[in-house]
């Protein structure tokens, strides 16, 4: 695969502002742990091959456990997933492939038994951040791992 276009050199200031988004995501109070399950789900579900690679070598990086990180994909049936970890899961899944009658009662009734308004409002931007990043990599076809060395990513030993 050959990337089609750099956005950061077509458009830096957007992309710079993006950046600040998704850091501003990560600084609120959902856990990291979830957030890294969060940006692997939907990067598997749009197929974003340089966000999952990305995202499964910061989790590993953090700590994250290997066995968990190849169940994300099967999480209803995995035993690994907490309540509030699952209820992220289907959150990501709803909102990153919206139902065309919108999202079902019961999915919002679930993860509400698990966030708190402030929390799910800052879930669902989490959502938005990488379901966008997600778009951009997509589109553009930008190479998996290819910035590996510039984010620290090398360090995770998966290559």
């Given at each position: 695969?050959?990337?089609?276009?750099?956005?950061?050199?077509?458009?830096?200031?957007?992309?710079?502002?993006?950046?600040?988004?998704?850091?501003?995501?990560?600084?609120?109070?959902?856990?990291?742990?979830?957030?890294?399950?969060?940006?692997?789900?939907?990067?598997?579900?749009?197929g974003?091959?340089?966000?999952?690679?990305?995202?499964?070598?910061?989790?590993?990086?953090?700590?994250?456990?290997?066995?968990?990180?190849?169940?994300?994909?099967?999480?209803?049936?995995?035993t690994?997933?907490?309540?509030?970890?699952?209820?992220?899961?289907?959150?990501?899944?709803?909102?990153?492939?919206?139902?065309?009658?919108?999202?079902?009662?019961d999915?919002?009734?679930?993860?509400?038994?698990?966030?708190?308004?402030?929390?799910?409002?800052?879930?669902?931007?989490?959502?938005?951040a990488?379901?966008?990043?997600?778009?951009?990599?997509?589109?553009?076809q930008?190479?998996?791992?290819?910035?590996?060395?510039?984010?620290?990513?090398?360090?995770?030993?998966?290559?």
């Open positions: 695969m050959t990337q089609r276009i750099n956005a950061f050199a077509q458009s830096p200031e957007l992309f710079k502002k993006f950046v600040e988004f998704g850091m501003l995501v990560k600084s609120g109070s959902i856990e990291h742990e979830i957030l890294n399950l969060v940006d692997i789900r939907a990067s598997q579900l749009n974003c091959g340089f966000c999952l690679d990305m995202h499964v070598k910061q989790a590993k990086i953090q700590g994250e456990r290997e066995l968990r990180l190849h169940h994300v994909a099967i999480w209803r049936e995995s690994l997933f907490s309540p509030r970890e699952r209820a992220a899961l289907a959150w990501t899944e709803v909102l990153t492939h919206l139902p065309a009658q919108g999202v079902p009662a999915i919002y009734e679930r993860v509400r038994t698990q966030y708190s308004e402030k929390e799910l409002t800052e879930l669902s931007f989490a959502i938005m990488i379901n966008g990043w997600n778009r951009l990599n997509v589109g553009f930008t190479v998996p791992g290819s910035a590996d060395k510039a984010y620290g990513l090398d360090k995770a030993n998966l290559s």
